[in-house]
């Protein structure tokens, strides 16, 4: 029964207020009580299971600039799904949130992740390291900052970097999947290619004169 | 007798027991024959670098079905699947580890040019990492088509020196 976690959430907590959902019941937290009610919904309403934690990013100078997303199941009620959801604390540079891990062990490389591409820090985790991209990688590539090609910096490992002269660059974007030309949709013209030209198979690519030195 | 045209060449009324031929031609058809590749595999195509030594595609016919998973007894790195910038230092250190002469095919989109992830998190080719003697293309290619790669890089091998490869980097 979807409508009654949501008044019970509300007779607990006057605080919660229902959010628009199209489907499974959601509701907004105040960051402060997020724990409390998050227990509160694995003790007293059955929610054992934490399908996903995922967090949204709502555009630069947003406020809030990020909210923590918990989306909860009951194995004890199959169908039974509720969604939580918590605007971050701290600055747009550095958010921060409660951790779930006490509550949900499940919770642990969910928050890893949603540090690694949102940089949000969950206070009380016991090891909030990078999970996806490499320990000292600079950015968090779902912040709405963040180009889909990326940003130039250096390879993971200093000795091979050196060793190959590459760098992490801004892939090319022009005439790629993910760049769409209006007007003028050409299935064998819209085969992922750089339109740019700077890549292709006639103009060698600039840092590619060493490698091919020291093949000869 | 041998002549610039002929590798080997047999007359027993004038050689008796002896055969002649070039060194590089020798050592080149050794090289060719036993190509023992490094499965590089890190995306789907290395399930078709799989069928490739099963036994419908059968990579044993062109003596290159000895998969090691040591750099060290390996000659071809067959790069096979996309390469992300977390794991580009770990190719090339393998790439390091694997004794001279030694060769690299790049398997699929991904491996030879990044394919379609042109994101932050892939490297746009491996040859950016390691020297690619042959690109195959295809997302994922057939196992044919690895194949035809085995044999181009066969026929690369047998036409070059010898020697060139002893202290290739």
Excluded at chain 1, 135 to 163: C, M, N, Q, S, W
Excluded at chain 2, 149 to 162: F, N, Y
Aim: a negative charge; aromatic letters at 8%; one cysteine or more.
């Amino acid at each position: 029964m979807p409508a009654d976690v949501t008044t019970a959430l509300k007779e607990k907590f006057p605080q919660v207020t229902e959010r628009a959902s199209a489907d499974h019941p959601a509701v907004d937290v105040p960051l402060v009580d997020l724990i409390a009610v998050l227990s509160y919904l694995r003790d007293g309403q059955g929610f054992d299971l934490l399908m996903d934690l995922t967090a949204i990013d709502w555009a630069e100078g947003a406020a809030p600039r990020f909210s923590v997303v918990y989306h909860l199941y009951s194995t004890a009620k199959p169908g039974t799904y509720v969604r939580v959801v918590a605007p971050c604390a701290g600055t747009e540079a550095e958010p921060t949130a409660p951790s779930a891990v006490e509550i949900w062990p499940a919770a642990n490389w969910h928050e890893r992740e949603c540090f690694d591409m949102f940089g949000i820090k969950f206070q009380g985790h016991p090891d909030l390291r990078r999970i996806l991209m490499w320990d000292g990688y600079p950015y968090h590539p779902l912040r709405k900052e963040f180009p889909l090609a990326g940003i130039e910096t250096d390879l993971p490992v200093a000795d091979i970097a050196e060793e190959t002269g590459t760098k992490v660059i801004a892939a090319p974007m022009a005439g790629g999947p993910f760049v769409a030309s209006p007007g003028e949709i050409n299935l064998t013209e819209a085969e992922p290619r750089a339109k740019d030209e700077s890549w292709s198979d006639r103009v060698a690519r600039p840092d590619q004169t060493a490698l091919r030195q020291m093949k000869e | 007798m041998v002549t610039p045209t002929t590798e080997l060449g047999y007359n027993s009324k004038v050689e008796g027991g002896v055969i002649v031929s070039r060194a590089d031609a020798a050592i080149n058809w050794i090289r060719t024959n036993s190509m023992w590749p490094m499965p590089m595999g890190l995306a789907c195509c290395a399930i078709e670098l799989m069928a490739v030594g099963g036994a419908r595609f059968d990579i044993a016919r062109f003596g290159a079905e000895v998969m090691r998973f040591s750099p060290r007894q390996s000659d071809c790195m067959i790069v096979a699947g996309t390469v992300t910038y977390k794991m580009a230092p770990q190719v090339r250190r393998i790439y390091d580890q694997m004794a001279a002469p030694k060769w690299v095919i790049a398997m699929g989109a991904c491996a030879s040019s990044g394919g379609m992830y042109r994101s932050y998190a892939t490297l746009q080719g491996v040859d950016r990492i390691v020297p690619v003697d042959v690109y195959v293309s295809g997302c994922p290619p057939r196992p044919e088509a690895l194949l035809d790669a085995l044999m181009k890089l066969q026929d690369k091998v047998r036409r070059e020196p010898a020697s060139k490869r002893l202290l290739s980097a």
